[in-house]
């Protein structure tokens, strides 16, 4: 009897071992090229979460081979679950172009991503909801919470699989949409107790995280920005928009969680921005990235620039038998089915979740400096009215500390309490795509891997072997040697010199003093003889000063009659305002001329949130 148990337990751990064993990514076009000690251990394939609705997720597991899971002395038995947006946009996008080792050459072939967050962790990125990228479904997700029950379902799954990875401290990571995802899933694994695992931390990269609050960044950012100019003819019907867009959301009634008038305030931006003289596919504004251009009305669905070889890549029947599909799927960026169906109506926004989540584990909201879509300046109007510990809105008692990363300032950070914020300095929507090596450390910042020195955070520097070293800020050797040469030694000053400077100082302070007095007596008649006067003052827009000039004396009582005026007076567009007579308002003919260039033709063209 004791030895058909031994063979049944035997047999058991086998299956257990083959089950896991089926999911190894055995080869991929280039893997041989790239060194045996470099070469990442990797899983894949589908896991089945809903058997009834033909529901499986895929997955892409990645460990640094030389780390066995300890990575280095910093990091120890970590595990990121990386996440892309959309809704509908495949986690693919952060394997091959943002924070896994591979990356994809003109050859179509594998080659090391120096900037590879494996150096610090191990990472799984997740195809979800169901439809997105390689994963499929006869019934597709509609509301946030679905999504969250789904995804910790395939958590269930996963670590049946991988039971090693349960002891390993977890990290949700993602960007744009997922700004939305994370906080639902956090909240979904720490109400179930079931998984007896540890959820560390949440990090969130130009998040969407409350559509009504951050609609309302896009005109003064891309006035900021620059790519929008207040002289545009087309700035009334912009501002119009921005009106509806607050009058929606000020609407009770309105229960959308995007309100369509909200949307419309960036598709009208685009359309008042666009060029018409540069070139076909340089007349738009690339929506994820200003720095660059695109064809109207994609502005920015053409990019990120790697994209094409990357579809082209997940497309070869080699690669899809590597990654053990149960069958060959044909992969896309972004699926238009899965975002038509998840609209969510009874989902409140994860904005709503934030502080409970603050109570129980550290968040960072990070944000490229160039993105438009999910902008940092609607972060940070996020954060000013997130409650980040109870009674405490904003950062009340924080202070900024640059980002050094081998010698150089890529950034700023602010933190209090568990939540962190940090703008990084030029990059897109996608950070990691931009700045791979850099946009490691964000990961180092989140776990507090790092050094503090006076102001500045400074993140270490990784080699290919997994050491590391923290790099202060580098400063030209020579040029200071010539400047400390010139200055002379501070003990060298004298007691009489510091007597002749100030004399010298008490001079110019009273030749100043007298020509003053004297110019404005010359003045003060010329000033009083004027029928009228205007003078200035300083209004604000999201922190923004802008001078504009009053309205004369006659009319300094005038008040506004709407919104839209307030808003034209803060923009300097006082004068130029008239209210529409008989009612009507001023509508947006241009815009809505355009309006169908805006609908997603095929799942190809995606205008969202990755």
Same mark, same amino acid.
């Given at each position: 009897?004791?030895?058909?148990?031994?063979?049944?337990?035997?047999?058991?751990?086998?299956?257990?071992?083959?089950?896991?064993?089926?999911?190894?990514?055995?080869?991929?076009? #280039?893997?041989?090229? +790239?060194?045996?000690?470099?070469?990442?251990?990797?899983?894949?394939?589908?896991?089945?979460?809903?058997?009834?609705?033909?529901?499986?997720?895929?997955?892409?597991?990645?460990?640094?081979?030389?780390?066995?899971?300890?990575?280095?002395?910093?990091?120890?038995? *970590?595990?990121?679950?990386?996440?892309?947006?959309?809704?509908?946009?495949?986690?693919?996008?952060?394997?091959?172009?943002?924070?896994?080792?591979?990356?994809?050459?003109? $050859?179509?072939?594998?080659?090391?991503?120096?900037?590879?967050?494996?150096?610090?962790?191990?990472?799984?990125?997740?195809?979800?909801?169901?439809? /997105?990228?390689?994963?499929?479904?006869?019934?597709?997700?509609?509301?946030?919470?679905?999504?969250?029950?789904?995804?910790?379902?395939?958590?269930?799954?996963?670590?049946?699989?991988?039971?090693?990875?349960?002891?390993?401290?977890?990290?949700?990571?993602?960007?744009?949409?997922? #700004?939305?995802?994370?906080?639902?899933?956090?909240?979904?694994?720490?109400?179930?107790?079931?998984?007896?695992?540890?959820?560390?931390?949440?990090?969130?990269?130009?998040?969407?995280?409350?559509?009504?609050?951050?609609?309302?960044?896009?005109?003064?950012?891309?006035?900021?920005?620059?790519?929008?100019?207040?002289?545009?003819?087309?700035?009334?019907?912009?501002?119009?928009?921005?009106?509806?867009?607050?009058?929606?959301?000020?609407?009770?009634?309105?229960?959308? &969680?995007?309100?369509?008038?909200?949307?419309?305030?960036?598709? @009208? +931006?685009?359309?008042?921005?666009?060029?018409?003289?540069?070139?076909? $596919?340089?007349?738009?504004?690339?929506?994820?990235?200003?720095?660059?251009?695109?064809?109207?009305?994609?502005?920015?669905?053409?990019?990120?620039?790697?994209?094409?070889?990357?579809?082209?890549?997940?497309?070869?029947?080699?690669?899809?038998?590597?990654?053990?599909?149960?069958? !060959?799927?044909?992969?896309?960026?972004? =699926?238009?089915?899965? %975002?038509? &169906?998840?609209?969510?109506?009874?989902?409140?926004?994860?904005?709503?979740?934030?502080?409970?989540?603050?109570?129980?584990?550290?968040?960072?909201?990070? !944000?490229? =400096?160039?993105?438009?879509?999910?902008?940092?300046?609607?972060?940070?109007?996020?954060?000013?009215?997130?409650?980040?510990?109870?009674?405490?809105?904003?950062?009340?008692?924080?202070?900024?500390?640059?980002?050094?990363?081998?010698?150089?300032?890529?950034?700023?950070?602010?933190?209090? @309490?568990?939540?962190?914020?940090?703008?990084? &300095?030029?990059?897109?929507?996608?950070?990691?795509?931009?700045?791979? %090596?850099?946009?490691?450390?964000?990961?180092?910042?989140?776990?507090?891997?790092?050094?503090?020195?006076? /102001?500045?955070?400074?993140?270490?520097?990784?080699?290919? @072997?997994?050491?590391?070293?923290?790099?202060?800020?580098?400063?030209?050797?020579?040029?200071?040697?010539?400047? *400390?040469?010139?200055?002379?030694? $501070?003990?060298?000053?004298?007691?009489?010199?510091?007597?002749?400077?100030?004399?010298?100082?008490?001079?110019?302070?009273?030749?100043?003093?007298?020509?003053?007095?004297? &110019?404005?007596?010359?003045?003060?008649?010329?000033?009083? @003889?004027?029928?009228?006067?205007?003078?200035?003052?300083?209004?604000?827009?999201?922190?923004?000063?802008?001078?504009?000039?009053?309205?004369?004396?006659?009319?300094?009582?005038?008040?506004?009659?709407?919104?839209? *005026?307030?808003?034209?007076?803060?923009?300097?567009?006082?004068?130029?305002?008239?209210?529409?007579?008989?009612?009507?308002?001023?509508?947006?003919?241009?815009?809505?001329?355009?309006? =169908?260039?805006?609908?997603?033709?095929?799942?190809?063209?995606?205008?969202?949130?990755?």
């Amino acid at each position: 009897m004791s030895r058909y148990f031994l063979l049944a337990c035997t047999l058991a751990l086998q299956c257990v071992a083959a089950s896991q064993e089926d999911y190894i990514v055995k080869d991929l076009p #280039g893997l041989l090229n +790239i060194p045996a000690v470099a070469r990442p251990v990797m899983h894949a394939g589908h896991l089945e979460i809903d058997e009834e609705h033909n529901t499986d997720l895929f997955f892409w597991r990645f460990q640094n081979p030389k780390n066995n899971g300890t990575h280095s002395t910093l990091h120890r038995n *970590e595990l990121i679950v990386w996440l892309n947006g959309g809704p509908g946009c495949s986690s693919m996008d952060g394997a091959m172009m943002e924070t896994g080792p591979l990356r994809v050459s003109d $050859k179509l072939e594998v080659e090391l991503n120096p900037g590879s967050w494996t150096q610090v962790a191990d990472i799984v990125f997740v195809d979800q909801p169901a439809g /997105t990228g390689f994963s499929y479904t006869d019934s597709y997700d509609t509301e946030l919470k679905q999504a969250a029950q789904h995804f910790l379902q395939f958590l269930k799954t996963y670590y049946e699989l991988f039971p090693e990875d349960r002891t390993k401290k977890l990290y949700l990571a993602g960007e744009s949409y997922a #700004g939305q995802y994370i906080p639902y899933f956090a909240k979904e694994i720490i109400e179930n107790n079931s998984l007896n695992i540890t959820l560390e931390g949440l990090l969130i990269g130009n998040g969407w995280i409350d559509p009504d609050i951050q609609s309302l960044s896009y005109v003064p950012f891309s006035l900021e920005a620059g790519f929008l100019d207040r002289q545009n003819p087309s700035m009334a019907q912009v501002l119009k928009q921005h009106e509806k867009c607050q009058q929606a959301i000020d609407d009770p009634s309105n229960h959308d &969680f995007e309100k369509v008038e909200c949307v419309k305030i960036f598709q @009208s +931006i685009l359309t008042a921005s666009r060029d018409e003289t540069k070139p076909a $596919k340089e007349q738009c504004v690339n929506m994820y990235d200003y720095r660059k251009r695109d064809y109207f009305p994609a502005c920015g669905s053409n990019w990120p620039e790697g994209l094409p070889t990357v579809t082209k890549f997940l497309n070869l029947d080699a690669v899809q038998k590597a990654l053990n599909l149960k069958s !060959a799927r044909r992969w896309h960026e972004c =699926d238009g089915k899965v %975002e038509f &169906f998840f609209q969510p109506e009874h989902s409140a926004k994860s904005f709503d979740l934030l502080p409970k989540l603050l109570e129980k584990m550290k968040i960072t909201l990070f !944000a490229g =400096d160039k993105d438009v879509i999910c902008n940092h300046k609607s972060i940070e109007m996020v954060i000013e009215k997130l409650q980040i510990t109870p009674g405490q809105f904003g950062f009340t008692n924080s202070r900024k500390s640059g980002w050094i990363y081998d010698g150089k300032e890529v950034g700023e950070v602010e933190t209090q @309490s568990n939540l962190t914020y940090i703008k990084v &300095f030029n990059s897109s929507h996608m950070v990691p795509y931009d700045l791979p %090596e850099v946009s490691r450390g964000l990961f180092d910042i989140l776990t507090n891997s790092v050094e503090k020195r006076s /102001t500045d955070i400074v993140t270490p520097v990784y080699d290919s @072997s997994g050491n590391y070293k923290f790099v202060e800020e580098k400063q030209d050797a020579d040029q200071n040697e010539e400047e *400390e040469e010139e200055k002379p030694p $501070k003990h060298r000053h004298s007691l009489t010199f510091y007597v002749a400077e100030v004399a010298i100082l008490a001079v110019l302070a009273y030749l100043l003093y007298s020509f003053y007095k004297s &110019f404005a007596k010359s003045r003060k008649s010329a000033f009083l @003889s004027l029928s009228s006067k205007k003078k200035k003052k300083q209004v604000h827009w999201f922190d923004e000063s802008d001078t504009v000039m009053d309205q004369e004396a006659g009319e300094a009582d005038h008040k506004p009659k709407s919104m839209l *005026e307030s808003v034209f007076n803060k923009l300097g567009y006082g004068g130029q305002y008239d209210t529409v007579q008989d009612g009507r308002d001023i509508e947006m003919a241009p815009v809505e001329e355009q309006e =169908d260039q805006f609908i997603i033709q095929s799942d190809e063209e995606e205008f969202g949130h990755r």
